[in-house]
């Protein structure tokens, strides 16, 4: 194998070019540098050709724009956050939350519905109504939780119900106060009518004295107000009963009954 040559060393190549020509002179023949250009010659054609140095690099061309009208690129979709989790319940709140619903429903109720008030997740609702009938079970408590259809109600324990009925027979041979009867009155004369309207006559609030007179049996509701929507109230048998009444048409006329207008005037002197 050949041997790579030495770079050219230009000083070299001038000293050999000076000893040549002293050797020779002007005279020196037309081999002699012949020979000595094709030396330089090969050695020049030896040097190793240029790396060619890469083109900088500039910034990529921007793309050119849509054509007039056509449809314009759909907008990448925002990224959809996962959803917040529901805060945390503590157990002995929520099984206070489920006793204080169930105790105001007048029907069963469902779990969705008690999940929905408590802001908790339905599965932990129905958990936590186990535990509460079963903690009922456990005690001998006075009330019962029992599920009914697709609801939950609080019912009085069956070992108890000779204590209700006992209560509830002493509280029906109670006198009425007189706010029921001025309300019983109205309704009486004014059958059939709405709590509203009681209400509007009496000057007060009737609702608790309402829920005793539908307690004793004294009224009923017989049908629904088509201006307001409201329950309409009239008097049942028992009231006839009670009175020794055959028919409303018994009662006595509301006329003599009334106060007299200058007594009246003299209570409501701005009526």
């Known amino acids: 194998m050949t041997g790579e040559r030495p770079p050219i060393s230009w000083d070299a190549l001038a000293q050999e070019l000076a000893a ?3 050797r020779g002179g002007d ?3 037309a081999a002699t540098w012949d020979a000595v250009a094709a030396e330089l010659a090969a050695r020049v054609g030896e040097r190793p050709a240029a790396v060619a140095e890469p083109a900088p690099v500039g910034e990529p061309e921007p793309l050119p724009p849509p054509a007039a009208g056509g449809p314009e690129p759909a ?3 925002e990224p959809q956050l996962p959803p917040a989790p529901a805060p945390a319940v503590d157990p002995a709140a929520l099984r206070g939350g489920l006793e204080a619903l169930l105790f105001v429903a007048d029907t069963a109720v469902d779990e969705v519905t008690l ?3 408590l802001r908790c997740e339905p ?4 958990a936590a109504l186990a535990e509460l009938a079963a903690g009922y079970d456990a005690r001998g408590a006075g009330i ?3 599920r009914v259809g697709e609801g ?3 019912y009085t324990r069956e070992q108890y119900a000779d204590v209700v009925e006992r209560h509830l027979a002493e509280g029906q041979r109670s006198r009425l106060t007189q706010a029921a009867l001025e309300t019983l009155a109205v309704i009486a ?13 009496r000057g007060v609030a009737v609702d608790g004295v309402m829920r005793t007179l539908l307690g004793r049996g004294l009224v009923r509701e017989v049908g629904t107000d088509p201006d307001s929507g409201g329950g309409l109230y009239a008097t049942t048998a028992l009231f006839l009963e009670r009175l020794g009444l055959a028919s409303l048409d018994e009662l006595p006329p509301l006329g003599p009954l009334l106060p007299e207008p200058s007594s009246v005037l003299d209570e409501h002197p701005d009526a």
């Open 115 to 117: 999940a929905g008030a």
């Open 152 to 154: 939950w109600r609080l």
């Open 144 to 146: 019962t939780l029992r």
């Open 20 to 22: 040549t020509r002293a």
């Open 75 to 77: 907008p990448e979709p």
């Open 123 to 126: 599965p932990r609702v129905r």
């Open 189 to 201: 004369y004014r059958q059939p009518v709405t709590r509203a309207r009681v209400a509007a006559i």
């Open 27 to 29: 005279a020196a023949d």
